[in-house]
C-alpha cells in the first residue's frame, strides 16, 4: 500500500508504473494482432489499408485503463514505442517504427494539458494515439509506384497507367485516415463507458 | 549456424532498405534466398520451404499480370502480387528474428545497445505477459461456455461487441491484479537497483555473423549501384 502511495506521488514513472506499461502493451499487442488478422482476412488483401481503424475500435478500453491507472506522462509515449520495437522487430515496415513513436509522444502531451483527468482531453489523445499505426499500412503506397515502374518497365505508356489506377489514388489514403478518426472516437468512447461500468464501480481505478 | 541477435535485427533493418529503395526483382529474390538460408541453418524447414514457396507464387503471379492489355482486374491481382512480393523480405527476416531469439536474449541485446530500462522493462513484461493472456483466454471461453454464452468456433462473430466485452474485461480486471503480483516479484528479484546488470544469457558477434552482414548487403549495394 505504501508502495501504491508512492508511485501517485511521484511524478516519474516507478517500476510498478513500468510494469503496469508492459502487461497492458501486452493486450494491446494481441488486440492489434487479432485487428490485423480481421483486416486482412475478412476484409481481402487490401483491408490491409483500414487496420488502424479497425485497432482502434476495439483498443479504446485497454488505452483508457492505461491512462486511468498509471496516469503520469511517459507512460503512453513508453507502450507506443514498446509496440513499434515489437512491429519492426516482427518485419513491419521501419517507418511504423517512426509513426508509433511520434504519435503517442503528441498523445501524452495533449493528455497531459488535461492532467490525464479531462474526459475530452484523453479522448483527443486517444485519437492522436491511434494514428501512431498507421506505419504498417505505408508501405502500400511504396507498391503502387513499385507496380506503376513494373509496368512502364514492360513499355506501357503513362496514360494506360493512370487509367489503371484512377481509383486508387489520395482518396483511398484520406478516407482511410478519417475512418481511423470515426473509429477512434467510437472506439475511445467506448472505452471509456466500459470502465465507468466495470472498473469505476468496484474501484479498481 | 546461430546468429546473433544483433546480426538478426540488421537482416530486419535491411529488409526494410530493400522496400525503401524499390530494388530489382534480382537483387530482391537474390536477398529473399539468402534470408532464406539462416532461416534453414536454425531448422526451420517448415516456415523456410512455406515462405519459399509463396515467394516464388508471387513472382509467377507479377510475371503472368502483365501478360494481358485489357483487363483491369488481372492489373489489380498484379499490384496485389507485388505488394506482398515487396513485403516478403521483411517478413522473413522478421519470422527469422522473432522464433529463434529466446526473451533472454532480446533483453540482453536491449541493454547491450544502451536502450533506457524505462523501454527495456515493459519490453519483459509484455514477453513473459503473452502466455499468460494465451492461458487466461482459454480459461474466459470455458467459463463463458458453462454459462452457455458463444459456444463453438463463429460464435463469437456474431455478437462481435458483446464478445469484446465479455472476454475483455476479465482480462483487463485479471491484468490489474499480475501486474502488482508481478510488480512485487521483480522487485524482489532486483529490478530497480540501480548500475548495470548483468545478464545469464552471453551475446558474442561471431565471425559468421560480421560474413553473413557482408553477404546479405552485397546485393543491395550493387542494385543501389546501378550493376542490375
Known amino acids: 500500500m505504501t508502495q501504491q502511495g508512492m508511485s501517485t506521488k511521484s511524478r516519474h514513472l516507478t517500476i510498478p508504473d513500468l510494469i503496469t506499461i508492459g502487461v497492458f502493451t501486452a493486450l494491446y499487442f494481441v488486440l492489434v494482432a487479432m485487428a490485423t488478422l480481421f483486416s486482412s482476412v475478412a476484409l481481402m488483401g487490401f483491408g490491409m489499408i483500414l487496420l488502424p481503424a479497425v485497432a482502434a475500435l476495439i483498443c479504446g478500453c485497454v488505452y483508457m485503463l492505461l491512462v486511468a491507472k498509471v496516469g503520469k506522462f511517459g507512460a503512453i509515449s513508453v507502450m507506443g514505442i514498446v509496440v513499434g520495437l515489437f512491429l519492426f522487430v516482427s518485419g513491419h515496415f521501419i517507418l511504423s517504427l517512426a509513426a508509433s513513436i511520434v504519435f503517442p509522444v503528441i498523445a501524452d502531451a495533449i493528455a497531459r494539458a488535461g492532467d490525464y483527468r479531462s474526459k475530452t482531453g484523453i479522448l483527443a489523445s ?64 467506448l472505452g471509456q463507458r466500459m470502465l465507468k461500468k466495470h472498473f469505476a464501480k468496484t474501484g479498481i481505478i | ?82 505488394g506482398i512480393r515487396m513485403m516478403m523480405p521483411c517478413l522473413i527476416a522478421g519470422i527469422y528474428a522473432f522464433t529463434t531469439t529466446t526473451a533472454s536474449q532480446f533483453v540482453c541485446v536491449l541493454r547491450r545497445m544502451r536502450i533506457p530500462e524505462t523501454i527495456v522493462i515493459p519490453c519483459v513484461v509484455c514477453i513473459r505477459f503473452f502466455p499468460t493472456i494465451h ?94
Open chain 2, 135 to 228: 492461458d487466461d483466454y482459454h480459461q474466459i471461453r470455458d467459463a463463458m461456455a458453462l454459462r452457455g454464452i458463444a459456444q463453438g468456433t463463429f460464435a463469437l462473430l456474431r455478437h462481435p461487441a458483446q464478445s469484446l466485452e465479455y472476454i475483455l474485461m476479465p482480462l483487463l480486471m485479471n491484468a490489474t491484479g499480475v501486474t502488482q503480483d508481478l510488480s512485487v516479484a521483480a522487485l524482489t528479484k532486483g529490478i530497480g537497483i540501480r548500475g548495470p546488470h548483468t545478464c545469464h544469457t552471453e551475446i558474442r558477434m561471431h565471425g559468421i555473423d560480421w560474413a553473413w552482414m557482408v553477404i546479405c548487403t552485397v546485393p543491395l549495394a550493387l542494385g543501389i549501384g546501378g550493376a542490375w
Open chain 1, 126 to 189: 486517444y485519437v492522436v494515439f491511434c494514428y501512431g499505426l498507421t506505419g504498417p499500412i505505408l508501405p502500400l503506397w511504396f507498391m503502387k509506384d513499385a507496380y506503376v515502374a513494373s509496368l512502364q518497365a514492360r513499355g506501357k505508356d503513362s496514360s494506360y497507367i493512370d487509367g489503371v489506377f484512377a481509383h486508387v489514388n489520395t482518396g483511398t489514403f484520406f478516407i482511410a485516415m478519417i475512418a481511423v478518426l470515426v473509429c477512434a472516437l467510437l472506439g475511445g468512447w
Open chain 2, 1 to 82: 549456424m546461430a546468429l546473433d541477435p544483433r546480426t538478426k535485427l540488421y537482416l530486419v533493418a535491411l529488409a526494410n532498405l530493400l522496400l525503401f529503395f524499390h530494388v530489382d526483382v534480382v537483387v530482391e529474390s537474390l536477398t529473399v534466398l539468402l534470408l532464406l538460408l539462416p532461416l534453414l541453418g536454425a531448422g526451420r524447414w517448415a516456415a523456410a520451404v512455406r515462405s519459399g514457396c509463396i515467394y516464388v507464387l508471387l513472382l509467377v503471379g507479377t510475371w503472368a499480370s502483365t501478360l494481358d492489355d485489357g483487363s483491369s482486374w488481372l492489373h489489380m491481382l498484379g499490384l496485389l502480387c507485388v
